[in-house]
């Protein structure tokens, strides 16, 4: 069908405002051809309808954090779930908290914790993504490592599919189900990570825990960064004893250590710290000091830099290290955007491997990435999980042509050692063509079927994924 424009009171085609709508965190930019900015599910439905009736394809949009391009409008019309921001329920006695997508994950889980309630996922863009984004892409974070991703803890979702027409899916609470393909049995799987492909989400249903009765944050210095490897993999294996209960384990590497030097103000990094790892455990107030001397330990066994590890107990003084966490990417987004004058960018990597095999895939992608690529490269994240991220900075065309070919092999060899492509941001449009040549076609075809199941027209998210 050759598309042809439409009208509706909550879309505009004014040039300038589409305009604002155009990139997001991965640097891609694509003006649409409209902005929709509903404030209903009945108004998306009624969008959704005409989009469909008259061809013109349809990307939603929360608040454009997505570091893989799924929220740039390739073609067609962008629809910003911004003004979907109700907090629609919090029940303390049942755990549970049901929201509109648009609202803001930091000031959601805030609204939470005034209530006693925690909700576990916490990625790094917290206080810039929406709660339907970090749905749309089975977004992770610190702890993660603990928690797990955002997918165990969405209990229901409201969905539009492309017909417009509205369903609830709602996880399943038998404790067995035998019927048909895994996926299939539990239908909400398939929506949660699907990057806006399958339809759009207009309401959120999450399970919660109740508020942890405090923790404390540390960061630890290596002199090696095999050594600070080492250290994660032995504090692993005590996790796994019950020696040590970290609720996250965070690599910043040498790069990443210089680019949060200038930001450290009282916080001492020492002249001689090649690596350091931060980790936070969850305890009762007063116990602190019990669970730090098991970390010092273990600090001192790994032949890290002890007298120079930074605890972190006050508020402030948490919030000043998860602060130094996020400078990191943040910088990083920054310098890429000021390489995009020369036609340079930063690229980034989103693959985990088992964890047994991660100090070999650090070593091997810090050597690819300087026979291939020689810039600027820092390696840091949630390598707990297995799941470093590697930022290259390509200051130029011809840098970004060599950090491309660098991140593609890469994230090839962390796929022999047994890896994924992404962990957390999603395939987008940035690693479409990763995930048509690094998997089998049939597991692509397959996911392509689904895709044209149930939004034949390919109304939904056009670039994203395929």
């Given at each position: 069908?050759?598309?042809?424009?439409?009208?509706?009171p909550r879309l505009t085609r004014?040039?300038?405002?589409?305009?604002?709508?155009?990139?997001?965190?991965?640097?891609?930019?694509?003006?649409?051809?409209?902005?929709?900015?509903?404030?209903?599910?009945?108004?998306?439905?009624?969008?959704?309808?005409?989009?469909?009736?008259?061809?013109?394809?349809?990307?939603?949009?929360?608040?454009?954090?997505?570091?893989?391009?799924?929220?740039?409008?390739?073609?067609?019309?962008?629809?910003?779930?911004?003004?979907?921001?109700?907090?629609?329920?919090?029940?303390?006695?049942?755990?549970?908290?049901?929201?509109?997508?648009?609202?803001?994950?930091?000031?959601?889980?805030?609204?939470?914790?005034?209530?006693?309630?925690?909700?576990?996922?916490?990625?790094?863009?917290?206080?810039?993504?929406?709660?339907?984004?970090?749905?749309?892409?089975?977004?992770?974070?610190?702890?993660?490592?603990?928690?797990?991703?955002?997918?165990?803890?969405?209990?229901?979702?409201?969905?539009?599919?492309?017909?417009?027409?509205?369903?609830?899916?709602?996880?399943?609470?038998?404790?067995?189900?035998?019927?048909?393909?895994?996926?299939?049995?539990?239908?909400?799987?398939?929506?949660?990570?699907?990057?806006?492909?399958?339809?759009?989400?207009?309401?959120?249903?999450?399970?919660?825990?109740?508020?942890?009765?405090?923790?404390?944050?540390?960061?630890?210095?290596?002199?090696?960064?095999?050594?600070?490897?080492?250290?994660?993999?032995?504090?692993?294996?005590?996790?796994?004893?019950?020696?040590?209960?970290?609720?996250?384990?965070?690599?910043?590497?040498?790069?990443?250590?210089?680019?949060?030097?200038?930001?450290?103000?009282?916080?001492?990094?020492?002249?001689?710290?090649?690596?350091?790892?931060?980790?936070?455990?969850?305890?009762?107030?007063?116990?602190?000091?019990?669970?730090?001397?098991?970390?010092?330990?273990?600090?001192?066994?790994?032949?890290?830099?002890?007298?120079?590890?930074?605890?972190?107990?006050?508020?402030?003084?948490?919030?000043?290290?998860?602060?130094?966490?996020?400078?990191?990417?943040?910088?990083?987004?920054?310098?890429?955007?000021?390489?995009?004058?020369?036609?340079?960018?930063?690229?980034?990597?989103?693959?985990?491997?088992?964890?047994?095999?991660?100090?070999?895939?650090?070593?091997?992608?810090?050597?690819?990435?300087?026979?291939?690529?020689?810039?600027?490269?820092?390696g840091y994240g949630h390598v707990?999980?297995?799941?470093?991220?590697?930022?290259?900075?390509?200051?130029?065309?011809?840098?970004?042509?060599?950090?491309?070919?660098?991140?593609?092999?890469?994230?090839?060899?962390?796929?022999?050692?047994?890896?994924?492509?992404?962990?957390?941001?999603?395939?987008?449009?940035?690693?479409?063509?990763?995930?048509?040549?690094?998997?089998?076609?049939?597991?692509?075809?397959?996911?392509?079927?689904?895709?044209?199941?149930?939004?034949?027209?390919?109304?939904?998210?056009?670039?994203?994924?395929?």
């Amino acid at each position: 069908m050759e598309p042809s424009a439409f009208e509706h009171p909550r879309l505009t085609r004014s040039p300038e405002v589409c305009a604002a709508y155009a990139a997001d965190a991965s640097g891609l930019s694509c003006t649409p051809d409209g902005i929709g900015r509903p404030h209903s599910e009945a108004e998306i439905q009624e969008l959704v309808r005409l989009a469909g009736a008259h061809g013109e394809p349809l990307t939603a949009q929360g608040l454009r954090s997505s570091t893989t391009g799924a929220s740039v409008a390739e073609r067609g019309l962008a629809l910003s779930l911004e003004k979907m921001t109700r907090l629609v329920e919090i029940d303390p006695i049942r755990r549970i908290a049901r929201a509109e997508p648009g609202i803001n994950l930091g000031a959601f889980k805030r609204s939470l914790r005034a209530q006693g309630l925690f909700y576990p996922p916490d990625p790094t863009s917290e206080n810039e993504c929406t709660l339907g984004g970090t749905v749309a892409c089975n977004a992770s974070g610190s702890r993660t490592y603990l928690y797990g991703p955002t997918r165990p803890w969405v209990r229901a979702i409201r969905v539009v599919l492309a017909d417009g027409t509205a369903h609830e899916l709602r996880r399943s609470e038998t404790s067995k189900n035998a019927t048909g393909y895994f996926g299939f049995q539990d239908p909400i799987d398939l929506w949660i990570g699907s990057e806006g492909t399958l339809g759009v989400i207009t309401e959120v249903e999450v399970r919660c825990l109740p508020n942890p009765p405090g923790y404390f944050g540390a960061l630890a210095f290596f002199s090696r960064l095999d050594a600070a490897l080492g250290f994660v993999l032995a504090v692993d294996a005590e996790r796994r004893s019950g020696t040590l209960a970290p609720r996250c384990l965070e690599l910043f590497d040498s790069t990443a250590l210089s680019l949060i030097a200038p930001e450290a103000s009282v916080l001492r990094i020492p002249a001689g710290a090649a690596a350091a790892i931060y980790f936070e455990q969850e305890a009762e107030p007063g116990s602190e000091i019990d669970a730090l001397e098991a970390w010092y330990a273990a600090i001192e066994t790994a032949e890290g830099l002890a007298d120079d590890t930074i605890i972190a107990q006050s508020d402030a003084e948490k919030s000043e290290l998860r602060r130094l966490r996020h400078a990191i990417p943040a910088g990083m987004n920054e310098r890429g955007a000021r390489a995009k004058l020369q036609g340079g960018r930063k690229v980034s990597t989103d693959f985990a491997v088992p964890l047994p095999h991660l100090p070999l895939l650090m070593s091997d992608c810090f050597r690819l990435a300087e026979e291939l690529f020689g810039g600027l490269t820092a390696g840091y994240g949630h390598v707990g999980n297995g799941h470093p991220h590697f930022n290259l900075i390509a200051e130029n065309a011809g840098e970004l042509a060599r950090a491309q070919r660098a991140a593609r092999a890469m994230t090839e060899r962390a796929l022999a050692l047994g890896g994924t492509l992404s962990a957390e941001h999603g395939i987008g449009k940035l690693k479409r063509e990763l995930l048509s040549d690094l998997y089998p076609r049939w597991l692509v075809d397959s996911m392509r079927a689904v895709k044209m199941t149930l939004d034949p027209k390919g109304l939904f998210a056009p670039g994203n994924l395929f």
